[in-house]
């Protein structure tokens, strides 16, 4: 397949280019067809997939169908790839999230982002709250190191200005409303029709 190179990437937080990543704008790429690569939707679980709400009534760590069902349709909706930005990725969980209806084939081939030393805590090692955490040094690094230029972040917590304009921000009581189900939508619309 012909690909012309264009696009930027994330600007790498401070952070993030203090651990050596590259700093700056890179490129990303066009198809053969002028279309633009599959976006990539990185999935915080916590808040999004399973809500504050729905935990207490259906118990901890049960993923509410709701939900999933709002992300599936978001992923066949625009060809989207997922990778795994939540706590849930120390562990494989791409067979609990299929099993509550995400796509089998939806997972970006490295799916998960990878658990920086700025997200553990330095005394024990444990990983850190979600709120604590270095999530959008994560997603930016993962991007950079995958050449993901069009990407959506669905997350509860802030990922930082890094993200700003791809981060879709859901109450973690409620997950994903109409509100922002559209405001998702438009941004995969935008980046796979530049």
Not at 131 to 156: F, K, M, P, S
Not at 158 to 186: C, K, Q
């Amino acid at each position: 397949m012909n690909r012309r190179w264009t696009a930027e990437l994330p600007r790498c937080s401070r952070a993030a280019a203090d651990a050596g990543w590259p700093h700056g704008n890179g490129v990303g790429f066009l198809d053969e067809h002028g279309g633009t690569a599959r976006p990539t939707i990185y999935l915080d679980v916590d808040g999004v997939v399973t809500t504050v709400g729905y935990q207490r009534r259906a118990g901890k760590d049960r993923l509410n169908p709701a939900q999933v069902a709002r992300v599936a349709a978001l992923v066949r909706a625009f060809g989207a790839r997922v990778v795994v930005s939540s706590t849930w990725r120390v562990a494989d969980c791409r067979a609990t999230l299929v099993e509550a209806g995400l796509p089998t084939d939806c997972f970006h081939p490295d799916w998960r982002t990878a658990i920086l030393s700025a997200s553990r805590d330095a005394r024990t090692g444990a990983m850190l709250p979600a709120e604590q955490a270095a999530r959008g040094d994560e997603i930016a690094e993962h991007a950079i190191r995958n050449r993901i230029t069009h990407y959506v972040v669905l997350d509860d917590v802030e990922v930082g200005p890094a993200h700003a304009g791809r981060h879709v921000r859901p109450d973690a009581e409620h997950g994903l409303g109409d509100a922002e189900d559209i405001l998702a939508r438009r941004l995969l619309a935008r980046t796979t029709n530049p």
